[in-house]
C-alpha cells in the first residue's frame, strides 16, 4: 500500500525501518532539485556531480537516524550535498562552486528572443563567476526556494551573514549586469 501523500517525515520514518518504497519516493521527490543544485555547483563537469548525486545519496542513508522532522527534508539533503561538494572542492583545490542560468519562458515565435535569451543567460554566468563561492551558493540555493534560515544551516553560519552575502552578491550582479545594457 503506497502512501502518495505522505509527507516527508513520514517517509523518512518508513526508510528507517527498511521500506524502499518510502526511499523511491523520496528519492523521486529530491532528485531533480539535487541534481540541480550540484551540477551548478560545478557547472561543465556533469561527471563529478554525478558522483557528488552519489555519494549525497550514500550519505544519506548513512545518516538517515540523525534526520530531524523540525527541517524540511530537501534542505537537509541540500545540506549533505553541501557538504559533499566542499569536501571534494578542497581535495580538488578547486573553488568554483555556482553558475547562476536564467529560467524564463522564451517565446519562441520571435526569433530574436532566444538570442536575446541566452546573451542574458551568457552574461549572468559570466558575472556570478565572479561572485565569491558563498555568494554564488547562497543565490543558488534562493533559486531552489531554500529559505535564508536554512541556507544559514547549510553554510554553518548565521542568518546575517548569508543576508550580508544575498546583498552583496544582487549588488555586484546589478552593477556589472548593468554594464551589459
Request: net charge neutral; charged share 25%; hydrophobic share 40%.
Amino acid at each position: 500500500m503506497e502512501q502518495r501523500g505522505a509527507s516527508d517525515g513520514e517517509l523518512v520514518q518508513r526508510c528507517r525501518h527498511g521500506d524502499t518504497r518510502a526511499f523511491d519516493e523520496l528519492y523521486q521527490r529530491c532528485r531533480l532539485p539535487l541534481y540541480s543544485y550540484l551540477n551548478r555547483l560545478v557547472p561543465g563537469r556533469s561527471h563529478i556531480a554525478d558522483d557528488l548525486f552519489q555519494q549525497t545519496w550514500l550519505k544519506m542513508l548513512e545518516n538517515l537516524n540523525r534526520y530531524s522532522e523540525q527541517q524540511r527534508f530537501l534542505s537537509w539533503l541540500f545540506r549533505i550535498a553541501h557538504n559533499v561538494a566542499v569536501d571534494h572542492l578542497r581535495k580538488d583545490l578547486r573553488h568554483e562552486m555556482v553558475e547562476v542560468t536564467e529560467t524564463t519562458a522564451v517565446d519562441e515565435s520571435v526569433p530574436w528572443a532566444a538570442m536575446d535569451r541566452q546573451v542574458v543567460a551568457a552574461a549572468v554566468a559570466e558575472v556570478t563567476a565572479a561572485l565569491a563561492p558563498e555568494q554564488r551558493e547562497v543565490l543558488l540555493l534562493r533559486q531552489q526556494g531554500v529559505s535564508f534560515r536554512e541556507i544559514a544551516e547549510i553554510q554553518h553560519t548565521n542568518i546575517n551573514t548569508v543576508l550580508g552575502r544575498m546583498h552583496y552578491a544582487v549588488k555586484h550582479l546589478r552593477r556589472r549586469l548593468a554594464e551589459y545594457r
